[in-house]
C-alpha cells in the first residue's frame, strides 16, 4: 500500500519526465529543420513552405535566436486560443469534435470533483476505522482514509455516497445529453454548410444481383431510371483492382529504392552501388543497383498498364457495387434510406462514404457472407479477448532459458552468459506480451477488416469498440483481480449474479494507489510523449537523408498520418471508467484524472492544429459510440458501488441503487432515439433546403460533370502522379475558394482570428526567426 | 410418479371430453337457430342469410334430418379443404398467416418426433439405470425408462442426445427460415395485391411541432408542399374525440335499454315497464321505462351534436398528428421510411395502419412522454411477472375463514355452515388467482394502450410478448421449480450463471408427466372446447332474446369477435417451447404436443373459415415475432440441455453444446437482417411498378376523393347508421367486385373452389336441410 508520501514521489518523477519531454519538445520546434515534423499541417494546406532560398546555412537547421526558447509553453495558448468553427474548418468535424471528448472528461469530472472533496472526503475522513484496523496490523495508506473504506461497516454514513452517486449520474447523464444534442447540432450544420460535396450526391448500392443479359452497369441505371425516375443522375461501377494496387504498391517501393542508390551514387560517385537479386538481397549475382531498378521499374509499368486495360475491359472486373449519384439531395437522401428491392439482400443503398474514406476492397462481399464474416469475427474476438495469454505463455515458455537450451543447444555457450542470461529471463517474457499488446490495434483492424465494413470511418470505429472491451477486461478486471481473464471467466460463470459484483467492487478501493500510478505514467508522461513525436521525427530525417530527392518526395516523407480513432478513443475512454468508477469509492483520484483530460486536450489540440492531417471526414459519425461507452463505464460504476456496498453491511441500500442502472439504461435508449437518427439518417427537410438554395444560386450547374469521376479507385489516378491528390486536393482548394475570412498568407501559418492582432503566436515564433 | 397406464387414464379422460366437446358441437352446429353463432363470417359477407320466409315453424329452429348428424366429423375436412389463396381472400392475411404457426409446429415436430423414436428412446430404453435405482427404493416410472434419466452417469451413449440437439436445432431452424421467406413473400405479394387500399397511399405523421402562427392543418400541408412537391396529395388531420366517443358510447347503451324496454312491453302490454331513476337502479323515484330512455337518448343525441361541432370547429381539439395522403405509393413509401426534420422527434413519419387497425386515443402522445412511458410499463410488467403473487396471496389471507370472521364478524354465522365453510376453504383462494389469470390479458392490454402504441395490432403484439414471458416465467419454470416467481428470482441471482441451468435442467425430466397431462387438459379440451363456443353460443341467445328488433341488431348480436392474437398466439408458442426441450429429454412428450398441433389447426382453420371475422389487417406483421418466439424457445432448450447434462458428469460435452445458443442467436440476426425488412418496410421497387400499373389501367382515377375521408374517427361516421361500417364495407364489396372466380350465390356459403364438384361440404349439408 502506497502513502501519500508514495504517490508524491511518483507524481513527482511522473511530472518531470513529462515536463523533460515538453522541453525536449519546446526546443526542437523551434529548430527549422524540424519545422516538417511539427507543422506538417500547415505545409500540406501550402501556407508554409520549406525555407529553401537564402540566409546563412546553420540558421535553415537550427533556431539561433535565444529569446525563443525562453518562452518554450507558448505552444498551450496558442493551441487553445483557435475558436472552433475555425478548427473546423482547418481541420474538419472530426477532429474537432475528437476534441470534446476531453472536454466531456472536465465538464464531467471537474464539478464532480469539486463535490467529492466538499463532501465525501470530509464524511470518509472523519472516521477511524483504518486507524483501529491498523491497531490489529491491517496496512493501510494515507489515500484510504480519503476513501470509503475507512467507514465502518453498516454505517449511516453509506448514505451520503448513495446520494452522491445518483448525484454523479444525473451529472454525467445531463452533461452527456447536452453534448449529444451539441454534437448533432454541429454535425448537421457541418453537412449542411455551403461547401458542395460528391458524397452529399451518392449512395453506394451494393448486391446488386447479376442478371446473365445485363452488364451490371446497365442493370444499374436500368434499375434506377425505373425506380428513381425524377433523381437518377449517373453512376460510377466498382472494378476490382486490388490485384493493380497491388501492382502500383509494388512500383513505388521499388521507386524508393532507386531514389536510395541513385542519391547514394550522387554522394558518392566513386562506385555504383551493386545488390544482389536473389532472397532478401543476400544471396544471388550482383548488379547495378540503378539499372536494376530502373529496368524492374520499366517492366511493373508495363505490367501496370496491361492490367488496368484489363480491369477496365474484362467484364468480370467489375464488382457488383455501384456508386449512384442523383439530381438533387433530396433523391439521395430518399434512396439512402429506403429499401429498393423486395428482397432486402440485394441492392442494398446505403449513404456513400466520403471518395477518401471507402475501404475498396471490402464492396463486393455479399450478403450471407457477411453474415457469417460478422459471427466468425465475433467468435474470434471472444477468444482473442478472453485466450490472448495461452499463446504468449506458450511463447513466453519458448523463450525461456530452458526453453531455448532445449531447442536449441548450439546457442547455449551464449545464453550462460550472465549477461545475457539476466537479459533473457528480465526481458523475452515481458516482450512478448508487450508485441502482443503493441499489435493488438493492428490485429483488431484486420478483423474489422475481415468483417466487411465499406469505409475507413467504420473500421475504426469497430476496432475502437473492441480495443475497449478488450481494456475493460484485460486492463480494467485484470488488474483488480488478479489472474488471467480466462481464469476470471472461468471463476464468474461459477459464482452467483450477486456475488461477482461483490468480488469485484470489495477490491476497488484498494486498487486505487495502483490506478492513480496509472493515470501518471500511461496518461500524464504518454501524453507528453505524444506530443514530442519521437518516432515521426527519426522516420523524417532518415527519410529525408536516404529518399527525398523532390519537393514533393519531402511532402510524402513529412506525411503525419492522422489521429488513430481506433487506439486514442479506447484509451480516452478507460479514464472516463476508471473517473466514474472511483468517483465514490476515492475521490483522491479524480484530480489526477482531471489533470490528464487538461493537458491531453491542449496537446491534443496543439497536434490536431499543426500535424496530423485526417485521412477521411466522417462527419464525426463516431459519437453516437462516444456516447455509449460512457453510458457502459457509468453503469460499470453503478454496478460494482452495489457489490462494494452489500460488503460492507449497507444491503438495505441495494434497492435505491439498482434503480439507477435502469435509469440510465432508459437514458441511453431516450437519447439513442431522440439524437442517433441526426449520425445514421439525413433529413429530407434539410436536403430540400440545400438544393432549393442551391438551385437559385447556380442554375446552370453541371452536377453531372461534377460527379463524374468523383468515386474512383485511387489507382486508376495514381497514373500520373498529379492526378494522384486529385480529390483531396480539390476538396482543399475547394474549401480555400469559398470567401474565407483569413488572409490566405502564403509562408506563415495564419493567425487564428481573434489572437490574430494580440498574440505572441506562431506567427510571432517564426519572424523571430525569419527564414533565410 | 405416473406410470404408462395412468398417463392412458389421463388420456382417454381427456380424449374423452374432447370428443364429447365435439359432439355437442355437431348437434349444436346443425341446428338452424345456432346458424348465426357458428356461420357468422358468412352472414357478414352477406353469403347467408336468415331463414325467415317459409316453412314449418319447428324446422326453422331445429334440424330433423337425422342422416346429417351421421356425419358429425364432417366439418373437419371441409375446414381443411378450403385452399390457402382463398383462404387469404376470405379472412384476410393475419387469419391465413396465423393458422401456418400450427403447421410450423407439424413440420417441426413430426419428423423430430419420427427421428427421437427411432433413435433416442431405443438409447434410452436399453438401459437398466432406473430399474437398479428401483432396486435402492427409488421410485420411476415407465415415462421415464423412455427419456434421459435411464441412462447411468457419465456414460458415452450421451453423445446421442448432443449429435440429435443439433440435428433438432439445424431442423428447426430449417423449417423457421424456409417460413419466413414464405410469409414475407405472401406479405408482399398481399400488399401488391391488385385491390386499392387508403393505408398504400397514407403516412402517420406524429409530433408535428406547434406554431403559433399556423393550424395545424396549414403547417402539415406547407411541410409536406415543400418537403415534398411532388408527391403530395392531401392529407386528415385528428381530432381529439375521446368525449364523443364516450358520448356515443353511452347513447349506444341507452339504446340498448331502450330496445330491451320496448321488447318487454310488446311481450306483455298489459302494463308499461317502470324503473327506478337512482344510483345502479335500486334507489330513486319510479318513472315510465321507455319514456325516460327516449328522453334520455334525445338528450344524449343533443350533447353528441353539441360536441361534434365544437370538435370541428375549436382549433384546440386538433391533435399534433395527421395523415397525410401522397400521390403515389412511391411517395408514400419514400416518406414512411426517411426522417424529415432535423429534430429526430418531430414530424415522425410511419406508415399508417389500415383504417380499422387506428388506435385513436394514442394518436397525439408526445415523444418525450412516450420514452417515459415505455420505461414505467417496462418496470411494471417486471413487478408484474415476479411479484404478482403478493397481492394475491393478500387476496387469499383476506379470502380465508378466519380472515372473513375477522374483517365480518356478522357473517360468522353463515360462515360456520360446514358446507359453505368447505366452499370457501376449497375455491376462494384458487379463485382469487384464477380472475388473476383470468383478468392477466387485459391487464396487459391496458398496460400496451398506456404506453402509447398507435396501432391495435401493434397493442395485440406488444401484449402477446409479455404474455409469452409471463408464461415461461411462472407456468413453465413455476412447474418447474416449486416456488413463486420471487423465490426463484431470489435464489437465481444468489446462484452462479451455471448452477441455474443445472437446477433447472436437473428438473426437467423429472417434469415430464405433469406436462403430458397440462397438454391433454388444457391443450386437447381446450382446443375441443374453442370449437364448441359455449360463451359466444349463450351471450347470443341471450341477446337474441332481449334485445334484437331488426335485422341489424342481430347482426350486432351475433358479433363473432375475432381471433385473439394477444393471447392465442402466446399459448400456441408455450407447446413449442414444451416439444423443444423435451426432444431431447423425453421423446415421449412429442406425440402429444402433435395430437395438439393437429387438432388446433383444424380447429382454427374451422373457426377462422367460418366464425370468426377480423377486427383489422395487418398484412401478418407480427411474424416477427412468431419467429423470435420459437428462436427463444429454442435457445431455452439448448441451455437447460447444457444444464441437465453438466449434473449426469457428462460435462466434456459442454463446448460442443454451447455452440449451439450461438450459432441459434446468430441464426435469427441473420433472418432479421434478411427478412424482418419485408415486414417493416416497403419495397421502392414494388411500390413503382404498382403505381405504373395503376396509372396505366385507370389513368382518370380520382385519388383525392378516394383518400378524403378514409382516415376518419369512427364516431364522426356514426351519424346515420348506414355510414358506420362505411370503409369495413367498401373494403368488402371491393374485395367482391374484383373479377371472382367464385359465383356469388346468396345464401349459401360458397363451396370452395377445388371442392365445389365434388365434396359433400357444407354446401351440400345446408342442402341437405334447406332453410325452409
Same mark, same amino acid.
Given at each position: 500500500m502506497a502513502t501519500l508520501g508514495d504517490i508524491g514521489v511518483s507524481a513527482a518523477i511522473n511530472l518531470l519526465s513529462a515536463l523533460i519531454f515538453l522541453l525536449a519538445f519546446a526546443i526542437l520546434r523551434l529548430q527549422p529543420f524540424n519545422d516538417r515534423v511539427y507543422f506538417p499541417k500547415w505545409y500540406l494546406k501550402g501556407l508554409r513552405s520549406s525555407p529553401t532560398r537564402s540566409g546563412a546555412f546553420v540558421r535553415r537547421f537550427v533556431n539561433l535566436d535565444f529569446r525563443s526558447y525562453l518562452r518554450f509553453l507558448n505552444w498551450m495558448p496558442e493551441a487553445i486560443r483557435m475558436p472552433e468553427p475555425e478548427l473546423i474548418e482547418h481541420a474538419g468535424l472530426d477532429s474537432a469534435v475528437y476534441l470534446r471528448i476531453y472536454l466531456i472528461g472536465l465538464k464531467i469530472f471537474v464539478p464532480m470533483a469539486m463535490l467529492a472533496w466538499a463532501i465525501l472526503v470530509p464524511v470518509n475522513w472523519t472516521n477511524n476505522t483504518l486507524e483501529l484496523a491498523k491497531l490489529s496490523n491491517v496496512t493501510s495508506s494515507d489515500i484510504d482514509k480519503l476513501s470509503i473504506s475507512n467507514i465502518p461497516l453498516g454505517s449511516d454514513r453509506f448514505w451520503t455516497h448513495i446520494v452522491m452517486a445518483y448525484v454523479f449520474t444525473f451529472w454525467t447523464c445531463y452533461v452527456l445529453m447536452k453534448e449529444y444534442e451539441k454534437v448533432a447540432t454541429m454535425r448537421l450544420q457541418f453537412l449542411a454548410s455551403e461547401r458542395r460535396r460528391p458524397d452529399q450526391f451518392t449512395v453506394l448500392v451494393r448486391n446488386v444481383p447479376p442478371d446473365p443479359d445485363e452488364s451490371v452497369s446497365e442493370l444499374v441505371e436500368h434499375f434506377f431510371l425505373v425506380n428513381h425516375p425524377d433523381h437518377y443522375l449517373t453512376h460510377q461501377v466498382v472494378y476490382n483492382s486490388n490485384k493493380l494496387a497491388k501492382l502500383v504498391k509494388k512500383k513505388k517501393s521499388m521507386q524508393n529504392w532507386l531514389d536510395f542508390y541513385q542519391i547514394k551514387y550522387s554522394r558518392d560517385q566513386s562506385q555504383r552501388p551493386l545488390i544482389k537479386t536473389g532472397f532478401l538481397r543476400l544471396w544471388g549475382q550482383k548488379v547495378d543497383a540503378i539499372d536494376h531498378y530502373n529496368s524492374e521499374i520499366e517492366k511493373l509499368s508495363k505490367e501496370i498498364a496491361e492490367e488496368r486495360e484489363k480491369v477496365e475491359t474484362d467484364p468480370k472486373s467489375v464488382m457488383p457495387a455501384a456508386f449512384v449519384s442523383f439530381k438533387s439531395r433530396w433523391g439521395a437522401a430518399v434512396c439512402a434510406q429506403t429499401q429498393q428491392s423486395r428482397n432486402p439482400t440485394l441492392w442494398l443503398t446505403e449513404w456513400a462514404p466520403e471518395p477518401r474514406d471507402v475501404y475498396w476492397q471490402n464492396l463486393p462481399i455479399p450478403y450471407v457472407s457477411l453474415a457469417i464474416r460478422r459471427l466468425i469475427m465475433n467468435v474470434a474476438f471472444f477468444f482473442l479477448t478472453f485466450f490472448f495469454m495461452?499463446?504468449?505463455?506458450?511463447?513466453?515458455?519458448?523463450?525461456?532459458?530452458?526453453?531455448?537450451?532445449?531447442?536449441?543447444?548450439?546457442?547455449?555457450?551464449?545464453?550462460?552468459?550472465?549477461?545475457?542470461?539476466?537479459?533473457?529471463?528480465? !526481458? +523475452?517474457? #515481458?516482450?512478448?506480451?508487450?508485441?502482443?499488446?503493441?499489435? &493488438?490495434?493492428?490485429?483488431?483492424? /484486420?478483423?474489422?477488416? %475481415?468483417?466487411?465494413?465499406?469505409?475507413?470511418?467504420?473500421?475504426?470505429?469497430?476496432?475502437?469498440?473492441?480495443?475497449?472491451?478488450?481494456?475493460?477486461?484485460?486492463?480494467?478486471?485484470?488488474?483488480?483481480?488478479?489472474?488471467?481473464?480466462?481464469?476470471?471467466?472461468?471463476?464468474?460463470?461459477?459464482?452467483?449474479?450477486?456475488?461477482?459484483?461483490?468480488?469485484?467492487?470489495?477490491?476497488?478501493?484498494?486498487?486505487?494507489?495502483?490506478?492513480?500510478?496509472?493515470?501518471?505514467?500511461?496518461?500524464?508522461?504518454?501524453?507528453?510523449?505524444?506530443?514530442?513525436?519521437?518516432?515521426?521525427?527519426?522516420?523524417?530525417?532518415?527519410?529525408?537523408?536516404?529518399?527525398?530527392?523532390?519537393?514533393?518526395?519531402?511532402?510524402?516523407?513529412?506525411?503525419?498520418?492522422?489521429?488513430?480513432?481506433?487506439?486514442?478513443?479506447?484509451?480516452?475512454?478507460?479514464? !472516463? +471508467?476508471? #473517473?466514474?468508477?472511483?468517483?465514490?469509492?476515492?475521490?483522491? &483520484?479524480?484530480?489526477?484524472?482531471? /489533470?490528464?483530460?487538461? %493537458?491531453?486536450?491542449?496537446?491534443?489540440?496543439?497536434?490536431?492544429?499543426?500535424v496530423y492531417n485526417q485521412e477521411y471526414e466522417s462527419g464525426a459519425a463516431f459519437w453516437p459510440d462516444v456516447h455509449g461507452r460512457i453510458i457502459i463505464a457509468l453503469i460499470i460504476s453503478q454496478v460494482l458501488l452495489i457489490g462494494l456496498l452489500s460488503t460492507k453491511h449497507a444491503a438495505q441500500s441495494t434497492p435505491f441503487l439498482i434503480a439507477l442502472p435502469v435509469l440510465t439504461i432508459w437514458f441511453h435508449n431516450f437519447c439513442k432515439g431522440r439524437y442517433e437518427p441526426?449520425?445514421?439518417?439525413?433529413?429530407?427537410?434539410?436536403?430540400?433546403?440545400?438544393?432549393?438554395?442551391?438551385?437559385?444560386?447556380?442554375?446552370?450547374?453541371?452536377?453531372?460533370?461534377?460527379?463524374?469521376?468523383?468515386?474512383?479507385?485511387?489507382?486508376?489516378?495514381?497514373?500520373?502522379?498529379?492526378?494522384?491528390?486529385?480529390?483531396?486536393?480539390?476538396?482543399?482548394?475547394?474549401?480555400?475558394?469559398?470567401?474565407?475570412?483569413?488572409?490566405?498568407?502564403?509562408?506563415?501559418?495564419?493567425?487564428?482570428?481573434?489572437?490574430?492582432?494580440?498574440?505572441?503566436?506562431?506567427?510571432?515564433?517564426?519572424?523571430?526567426?525569419?527564414?533565410?
Amino acid at each position: 500500500m502506497a502513502t501519500l508520501g508514495d504517490i508524491g514521489v511518483s507524481a513527482a518523477i511522473n511530472l518531470l519526465s513529462a515536463l523533460i519531454f515538453l522541453l525536449a519538445f519546446a526546443i526542437l520546434r523551434l529548430q527549422p529543420f524540424n519545422d516538417r515534423v511539427y507543422f506538417p499541417k500547415w505545409y500540406l494546406k501550402g501556407l508554409r513552405s520549406s525555407p529553401t532560398r537564402s540566409g546563412a546555412f546553420v540558421r535553415r537547421f537550427v533556431n539561433l535566436d535565444f529569446r525563443s526558447y525562453l518562452r518554450f509553453l507558448n505552444w498551450m495558448p496558442e493551441a487553445i486560443r483557435m475558436p472552433e468553427p475555425e478548427l473546423i474548418e482547418h481541420a474538419g468535424l472530426d477532429s474537432a469534435v475528437y476534441l470534446r471528448i476531453y472536454l466531456i472528461g472536465l465538464k464531467i469530472f471537474v464539478p464532480m470533483a469539486m463535490l467529492a472533496w466538499a463532501i465525501l472526503v470530509p464524511v470518509n475522513w472523519t472516521n477511524n476505522t483504518l486507524e483501529l484496523a491498523k491497531l490489529s496490523n491491517v496496512t493501510s495508506s494515507d489515500i484510504d482514509k480519503l476513501s470509503i473504506s475507512n467507514i465502518p461497516l453498516g454505517s449511516d454514513r453509506f448514505w451520503t455516497h448513495i446520494v452522491m452517486a445518483y448525484v454523479f449520474t444525473f451529472w454525467t447523464c445531463y452533461v452527456l445529453m447536452k453534448e449529444y444534442e451539441k454534437v448533432a447540432t454541429m454535425r448537421l450544420q457541418f453537412l449542411a454548410s455551403e461547401r458542395r460535396r460528391p458524397d452529399q450526391f451518392t449512395v453506394l448500392v451494393r448486391n446488386v444481383p447479376p442478371d446473365p443479359d445485363e452488364s451490371v452497369s446497365e442493370l444499374v441505371e436500368h434499375f434506377f431510371l425505373v425506380n428513381h425516375p425524377d433523381h437518377y443522375l449517373t453512376h460510377q461501377v466498382v472494378y476490382n483492382s486490388n490485384k493493380l494496387a497491388k501492382l502500383v504498391k509494388k512500383k513505388k517501393s521499388m521507386q524508393n529504392w532507386l531514389d536510395f542508390y541513385q542519391i547514394k551514387y550522387s554522394r558518392d560517385q566513386s562506385q555504383r552501388p551493386l545488390i544482389k537479386t536473389g532472397f532478401l538481397r543476400l544471396w544471388g549475382q550482383k548488379v547495378d543497383a540503378i539499372d536494376h531498378y530502373n529496368s524492374e521499374i520499366e517492366k511493373l509499368s508495363k505490367e501496370i498498364a496491361e492490367e488496368r486495360e484489363k480491369v477496365e475491359t474484362d467484364p468480370k472486373s467489375v464488382m457488383p457495387a455501384a456508386f449512384v449519384s442523383f439530381k438533387s439531395r433530396w433523391g439521395a437522401a430518399v434512396c439512402a434510406q429506403t429499401q429498393q428491392s423486395r428482397n432486402p439482400t440485394l441492392w442494398l443503398t446505403e449513404w456513400a462514404p466520403e471518395p477518401r474514406d471507402v475501404y475498396w476492397q471490402n464492396l463486393p462481399i455479399p450478403y450471407v457472407s457477411l453474415a457469417i464474416r460478422r459471427l466468425i469475427m465475433n467468435v474470434a474476438f471472444f477468444f482473442l479477448t478472453f485466450f490472448f495469454m495461452i499463446p504468449i505463455a506458450f511463447v513466453q515458455a519458448l523463450a525461456s532459458i530452458e526453453g531455448i537450451e532445449k531447442r536449441a543447444p548450439f546457442l547455449e555457450p551464449i545464453i550462460e552468459i550472465k549477461f545475457i542470461k539476466s537479459l533473457i529471463q528480465g !526481458f +523475452l517474457p #515481458g516482450i512478448a506480451l508487450k508485441l502482443f499488446l503493441i499489435f &493488438l490495434p493492428t490485429i483488431l483492424m /484486420i478483423m474489422s477488416k %475481415f468483417e466487411g465494413f465499406t469505409s475507413l470511418s467504420s473500421l475504426e470505429r469497430r476496432s475502437a469498440m473492441r480495443y475497449y472491451l478488450f481494456n475493460i477486461v484485460n486492463v480494467f478486471l485484470g488488474s483488480i483481480i488478479a489472474g488471467s481473464a480466462f481464469e476470471q471467466l472461468n471463476s464468474f460463470i461459477k459464482q452467483s449474479a450477486s456475488e461477482i459484483p461483490k468480488t469485484i467492487g470489495v477490491a476497488i478501493p484498494m486498487k486505487a494507489t495502483f490506478f492513480i500510478t496509472y493515470i501518471m505514467v500511461d496518461g500524464w508522461a504518454g501524453i507528453a510523449g505524444e506530443v514530442l513525436m519521437l518516432k515521426p521525427l527519426i522516420i523524417f530525417h532518415l527519410k529525408n537523408f536516404f529518399l527525398v530527392k523532390t519537393e514533393k518526395d519531402r511532402e510524402e516523407a513529412m506525411d503525419p498520418g492522422s489521429l488513430g480513432f481506433n487506439t486514442g478513443e479506447p484509451r480516452i475512454q478507460f479514464y !472516463f +471508467l476508471l #473517473g466514474l468508477v472511483y468517483a465514490t469509492v476515492t475521490p483522491a &483520484l479524480l484530480p489526477f484524472i482531471i /489533470i490528464f483530460f487538461a %493537458f491531453a486536450y491542449v496537446v491534443f489540440r496543439h497536434q490536431i492544429i499543426n500535424v496530423y492531417n485526417q485521412e477521411y471526414e466522417s462527419g464525426a459519425a463516431f459519437w453516437p459510440d462516444v456516447h455509449g461507452r460512457i453510458i457502459i463505464a457509468l453503469i460499470i460504476s453503478q454496478v460494482l458501488l452495489i457489490g462494494l456496498l452489500s460488503t460492507k453491511h449497507a444491503a438495505q441500500s441495494t434497492p435505491f441503487l439498482i434503480a439507477l442502472p435502469v435509469l440510465t439504461i432508459w437514458f441511453h435508449n431516450f437519447c439513442k432515439g431522440r439524437y442517433e437518427p441526426a449520425f445514421i439518417r439525413y433529413p429530407l427537410q434539410e436536403a430540400m433546403m440545400k438544393d432549393t438554395l442551391e438551385r437559385a444560386r447556380e442554375p446552370n450547374l453541371n452536377l453531372k460533370a461534377y460527379l463524374q469521376n468523383a468515386y474512383m479507385h485511387p489507382v486508376f489516378k495514381g497514373d500520373d502522379d498529379e492526378e494522384d491528390e486529385d480529390i483531396s486536393e480539390k476538396l482543399v482548394t475547394e474549401s480555400v475558394l469559398v470567401p474565407t475570412k483569413r488572409q490566405s498568407r502564403r509562408n506563415t501559418p495564419v493567425p487564428s482570428r481573434i489572437s490574430s492582432a494580440s498574440s505572441p503566436s506562431l506567427t510571432e515564433v517564426i519572424k523571430e526567426h525569419p527564414e533565410p
